[in-house]
């Protein structure tokens, strides 16, 4: 059975620093992994997508790596911001029907 | 385009009471999900559709049904509320396209069962 790990659970840095976030799975035959951001109280907004043939994708201020055969992805946010601060999950599709298997999230707050 | 739409916002429900959560969206996806969130925990899928007529369960189906007789709407139905089905409910969607498929979330209902 799929198993999704995020660690930290939260995490505290001052305005500036980059944001290291990670992810880990235990099957590594999966078919894309997705990072999400989702605010108190609202829904959530995907940020990237990584298919699994992919190493990588980059949008604007985030990087999101993807290493298969290690079960691991890790996002990169760089030189975060107060509006950064939010609760950030990762997900894994395991079959055609894209079927997201989640982490538990990691809760990150930026202070000014 | 509204994406993806959830009503009610909030319910608040006393035991064994049943009630449906509705969702619609707008963007002709055959694909769609239900899942819930409980406090400081990922999200868990409920049920899902592949397209009109076709649903199927997922992880923590016990309790709920749903029904897909439109592309655009999947209702999730709670029968028998029980305390343990105090969450936030999402439901989201998909177009099913292989490769870069990405899934759209509603806002999501929290339902206090009481």
């Known amino acids: 059975k799929q198993e999704v790990t995020q660690i930290p659970a939260a995490l505290s840095v001052p305005e500036g620093e980059n944001l290291v976030l990670n992810c880990s799975f235990t099957?590594?035959?999966?078919?894309?992994l997705q990072w999400f951001r989702q605010d108190p109280g609202k829904g959530l907004t995907s940020l990237l997508l990584i298919q699994s043939s992919q190493r990588e994708q980059t949008s604007g201020r985030l990087n999101a790596s993807l290493d298969k055969s290690s079960g691991r992805s890790t996002l990169y946010i760089a030189a975060s911001q107060p509006g950064d601060s939010a609760t950030y999950l990762c997900?894994?599709?395991?079959?055609?029907?894209?079927?997201?298997?989640f982490g538990a999230g990691t809760q990150v707050v930026v202070t000014p | 385009n509204a994406g993806v739409t959830q009503t009610p916002k909030f319910r608040i429900l006393k035991i064994g009471q049943s009630m449906t959560l509705q969702c619609t969206q707008d963007m002709n996806h055959n694909y769609m999900y239900w899942y819930r969130q409980d406090p400081g925990m990922g999200l868990k899928l409920i049920y899902y559709?592949?397209?009109?007529?076709?649903?199927d369960k997922g992880e923590v189906p016990n309790g709920y049904n749903v029904s897909r007789s439109t592309t655009e709407d999947f209702p999730l139905r709670l029968e028998l509320a029980a305390p343990s089905q105090t969450s936030v409910y999402f439901c989201?969607?998909?177009?099913?396209?292989?490769?870069?498929?990405?899934?759209?979330f509603g806002p999501g209902t929290r339902l206090l069962v009481l």
């Open positions: 099957d590594s035959a999966i078919y894309n």
């Open positions: 997900a894994v599709i395991t079959d055609s029907w894209g079927k997201l298997q």
């Open positions: 559709s592949v397209g009109a007529g076709i649903t």
């Open positions: 989201a969607s998909d177009p099913g396209t292989s490769g870069g498929r990405t899934q759209y």
